[in-house]
């Protein structure tokens, strides 16, 4: 057994706000970062990488923002090489307790060639220039080679060490297209620790896609090569098949830390919250077979296995599932559960909330729990997450009525409460949910397109509550809703409804601003 | 550049109704597996194992009736290291074109102390003489030293060498509780070459599971390191994390042939509609940014990487989607589109279907074209999987009318054609679909319970169909039903009714057997 003292610390850059973010479907708003950094913070991550400033001025409020919020953690944000991307990026971070600028700028023979149309001494130039003009602004500057993997040995080496000697403290080993073969990608690390000369005034760090499946395995093969810092999102959504799973990386370097000699400072019992909140935010579902978090992550089926199970549960578990913050034997909530046993769980399901909100969430659960034998973790975590996410309610709904029918066209008859007064609107569509969106959209006057819907039962059985998820389009913003009942029909329109709230919301902040 | 002709072929052994079909929720009938057992033959998979015959008289049903369907691939049952299993197993694919019995038994010290209870010695007794046994009955066995990446290295030497000599011609080495890493698998796979003196007449194989990420990456390194065959389930299902991806592994060995020195026999081509398959007869779902087959695997999202995509592909793009069947440019079918683009589309998507269900099928085609600008893949998908799945319609829906509210208790009133009949019943219950589903069980006589319901929009936009996913369970058999309307409550009756149908035509057939 080797000294956990030895370890060597592997720092966690997390981009789920940009990489992550940056992936189809995973638009996320102000608040819904928000949110996010909030648990990525509790999570113990080094590195909070932001946004990507200059991509819009959403963009850049938002890692404004978390800047002004997260104390721990770096905050960093992307800037391409150059110098109005190095302002804007340096603009958004420099309120950060802790600000780092990441730029990049590609090193392969095909995206020097074909996307920059540079050659590699002028691509050699504006790295080692940015890496300095970023320095004159920020002591922390991470440079990242683009499509590292693909590049040539020697022009790697000598990018490395010219933009060291300008000044990164990190420097950044991308398989941007997710090509690398694990061995190849250590061997690669450990060339540039053999051939850079002053590699050591700088942290090695690598950022992996999955487009193989491998990026966990590159990631780690990279640490055992030497590398320090390595970048991944949560439940690794990402562009294409996405980036390194954090769960995923956290957790091989936690249980085979003595085959690593090296670990992380993450909180991994905050692991299974924040994934949760991540899928809740972008609507963006992990398989049940995912790693880590997936449903079944912890689940054994076979009767065989459950017999070795109940022999020694070693003997099919290699990490237990309360190591993730999934306790194994919770006591069932329902209608005789105290408060305190009510905040407890929301503690363990990584919801810290007031006391006030605390107090509101708990008159919904009783309400439930009236309703339902036993209130499930996702029934709660549906709950609060409603609350958590603070939308003031501009409108409500108050009554609805559908028919729906297979021999007439279905009728759906809304009245919602909008500032104090009931407004009331009938529309017919193909479909009942569609019929009562066209009501609310005509009550509110809005043309919001309805992107995805899905709905699914959250608990199985007669007595299930409906969850269902809406992704709604104005223009270039999304936003998310989610409505729990246990009608579909109303789950739908309270999702929808919610959705069009953060939407009201955004237009009266933006008039108040304006006016 | 290798020439093609030298590489190694490595061995695809697909264990989806196995080891996948062992995973919570993916439980699948008789012609859910039969369907699949089609798929992986137009995949040109090496080996279908087909279940586990002796655990259940179901089980052994589905493993005779694929072996009786299979021309190319070897037909596997998975059975302990028992005679009564070897034999029930042998029953079982004796009438296969290729029959293999797969039997295992655990090698590591926690397996052989707390499940087994027997000694090392009485271990390798019964590996060998089982082996003998099996071999006896058929002339392709396989033995797995189960949970190997955890037992010694002496004691593997013995066990490997002594199967070997009893007849076996696969060793297998799973990596059980996902605990190894890629250096130490690859080199585990390697010591067994290098110290088993008879190896060279047997394969090795490597089944590993996903519990920390790496089961793509193990398989990939026991490769490199000598093995011949790789086991794997199609969306990498299987029980907690699932085992390794049968299109990631495949799609890393092609990709990077160059680098393996070798390849698989499967045709690429068929990947994206067999995980289609298994997605729709399992009803689990896999993640967007799921490697290969994900929703989003092939989409650039980025501003940045759309532009290195237009000056070149290859500056963000290692494989073409059309490498795993799903087409770039594909020709949008709407109402003018005549049998012949729907049937290649159909041909494209992985249904080959008789002439007069192609017709069935157009004309529905042509109906949902009336009422929708463009019918999508999904679309298609969805409308043929019913008719491939060719259930018996004991009872159709007739007509519905449901009203739901918040005021008053949801009603639904169901009319049913049961064996040239109208039924007609109402329910009322706290949803509109709660209500459906309790007319439809009076009506029926049935007591199924509802223990999944997941509802989707297949297509964005108001012309969306809803696609509607339940899993109903009688007893221990489980039945899957989906339905497709652009009105969720219709959508959810057809669904129900369609799991029902094929529950109501197993107990009439079972009626007529014991008749």
């Given at each position: 057994?080797?000294?956990?003292?030895?370890l060597?610390?592997i720092t966690?850059?997390?981009?789920?706000?940009?990489?992550?973010e940056?992936s189809?479907?995973?638009?996320?708003?102000?608040?819904?970062?928000?949110?996010?950094?909030?648990?990525l913070?509790a999570?113990?991550?080094d590195?909070?990488?932001a946004?990507f400033?200059?991509?819009?001025?959403?963009?850049?409020?938002?890692?404004?923002a978390?800047?002004?919020?997260?104390?721990?953690?770096?905050?960093?944000?992307?800037?391409?090489?150059?110098?109005?991307?190095?302002?804007?990026?340096?603009?958004?971070?420099?309120?950060?307790?802790?600000p780092?600028?990441?730029?990049?700028?590609?090193?392969?023979p095909i995206?020097?060639?074909y996307?920059?149309?540079?050659?590699?001494?002028?691509?050699?130039?504006?790295a080692?220039?940015?890496?300095?003009?970023?320095?004159?602004?920020?002591?922390?500057?991470?440079?990242?080679?683009?499509?590292?993997s693909?590049?040539?040995?020697?022009?790697?080496?000598?990018?490395?060490?010219?933009?060291?000697?300008?000044?990164?403290?990190?420097?950044?080993?991308p398989?941007?297209?997710?090509?690398?073969m694990?061995?190849?990608?250590?061997q690669?690390?450990?060339?540039?620790?053999a051939?850079?000369p002053?590699?050591?005034q700088a942290?090695?760090?690598?950022?992996?896609?999955?487009?193989?499946?491998?990026?966990?395995?590159?990631?780690?093969?990279?640490?055992?090569?030497?590398?320090?810092?390595?970048?991944?999102?949560?439940?690794?959504?990402?562009?294409r098949?996405?980036?390194?799973?954090?769960?995923?990386?956290?957790?091989?370097?936690?249980?085979?830390?003595?085959?690593?000699?090296?670990?992380?400072?993450?909180?991994?019992?905050?692991?299974?919250?924040?994934?949760?909140?991540?899928?809740?935010?972008?609507g963006?579902?992990?398989?049940?077979n995912?790693?880590?978090?997936?449903?079944?992550a912890?689940?054994?089926?076979?009767?065989?296995?459950?017999?070795g199970?109940m022999?020694n549960?070693?003997?099919?578990?290699?990490?237990?599932?309360?190591?993730?913050?999934?306790?194994?034997?919770?006591?069932?909530l329902g209608?005789?559960?105290?408060r305190?046993?009510?905040?407890?769980?929301?503690?363990?399901?990584?919801?810290?909330?007031?006391?006030a909100?605390?107090?509101?969430?708990?008159?919904?659960?009783?309400?439930?729990?009236?309703?339902?034998?036993?209130?499930?973790?996702?029934d709660?975590?549906?709950?609060?997450?409603?609350i958590?996410?603070?939308i003031v309610?501009?409108?409500?709904?108050?009554r609805?009525?559908?028919?729906a029918?297979?021999?007439?066209?279905?009728?759906?008859?809304?009245?919602?409460?909008?500032?104090?007064?009931?407004?009331?609107?009938?529309?017919?569509s193909?479909g009942p949910?569609?019929?009562?969106?066209?009501?609310?959209?005509?009550?509110?006057?809005?043309?919001a397109?309805?992107?995805?819907?899905?709905?699914?039962?959250?608990?199985?059985?007669?007595?299930?509550?409906c969850?269902?998820?809406?992704?709604?389009r104005?223009g270039?913003?999304v936003?998310?809703?989610?409505?729990?009942?246990?009608?579909?029909?109303?789950?739908?329109?309270?999702?929808?409804l919610?959705?069009?709230n953060v939407l009201?919301?955004?237009?009266?902040?933006?008039?108040?601003?304006?006016?």
């Open positions: 057994m080797s000294d956990t003292h030895t060597r610390r966690v850059f997390d981009t789920t706000l940009r990489d992550g940056q189809p479907g995973c638009t996320m708003n102000l608040r819904d970062k928000l949110l996010v950094a909030e648990h913070e999570l113990r991550v590195v909070i990488e946004g400033a200059i991509a819009s001025p959403g963009d850049f409020e938002s890692v404004k978390i800047a002004g919020v997260v104390k721990n953690a770096a905050v960093a944000s992307l800037c391409r090489a150059l110098p109005k991307d190095i302002d804007c990026g340096w603009e958004a971070v420099r309120g950060a307790a802790h780092r600028i990441h730029t990049f700028l590609a090193t392969s995206h020097m060639e996307k920059l149309k540079m050659t590699p001494d002028q691509v050699y130039d504006q080692v220039a940015m890496v300095k003009y970023a320095r004159n602004l920020c002591a922390d500057v991470e440079f990242s080679l683009e499509d590292c693909r590049s040539e040995r020697p022009f790697i080496y000598r990018v490395v060490e010219g933009v060291i000697a300008a000044g990164a403290r990190t420097v950044n080993i398989d941007t297209v997710g090509y690398a694990p061995e190849q990608f250590g690669l690390v450990a060339d540039i620790r051939h850079v002053n590699i050591a942290h090695i760090s690598v950022h992996c896609h999955n487009d193989l499946g491998l990026a966990v395995a590159n990631s780690l093969a990279a640490v055992r090569a030497g590398a320090d810092q390595v970048e991944c999102t949560v439940n690794g959504i990402g562009e098949a996405g980036n390194t799973a954090l769960e995923e990386v956290v957790m091989a370097l936690h249980t085979r830390r003595e085959f690593f000699q090296a670990d992380t400072g993450i909180d991994t019992s905050k692991i299974y919250a924040t994934s949760r909140c991540v899928t809740n935010v972008t963006s579902k992990v398989q049940a995912k790693a880590i978090v997936g449903e079944n912890f689940a054994h089926e076979a009767g065989i296995h459950q017999h199970m022999a549960p070693l003997t099919y578990e290699i990490m237990t599932p309360e190591s993730i913050g999934l306790p194994r034997n919770k006591m069932v209608k005789h559960s105290g305190h046993a009510f905040e407890s769980r929301l503690d363990e399901l990584g919801f810290h909330l007031e006391a909100r605390i107090t509101e969430l708990f008159a919904k659960f009783k309400d439930l729990a009236d309703r339902k034998k036993t209130v499930s973790d996702a709660i975590e549906a709950l609060a997450h409603n958590q996410t603070m309610e501009h409108v409500k709904l108050d609805f009525n559908v028919t029918s297979n021999a007439i066209t279905p009728v759906s008859t809304i009245r919602l409460c909008r500032d104090g007064k009931l407004v009331e609107q009938v529309a017919a193909d949910i569609n019929a009562s969106f066209k009501a609310i959209n005509q009550i509110l006057g809005v043309k397109k309805l992107e995805t819907f899905q709905l699914s039962a959250i608990t199985g059985g007669t007595d299930a509550q969850e269902a998820t809406v992704r709604v104005d270039a913003r936003f998310h809703g989610r409505g729990i009942s246990k009608d579909v029909i109303e789950a739908s329109i309270l999702a929808y919610q959705a069009l009201l919301d955004e237009t009266v902040q933006k008039k108040t601003a304006e006016g």
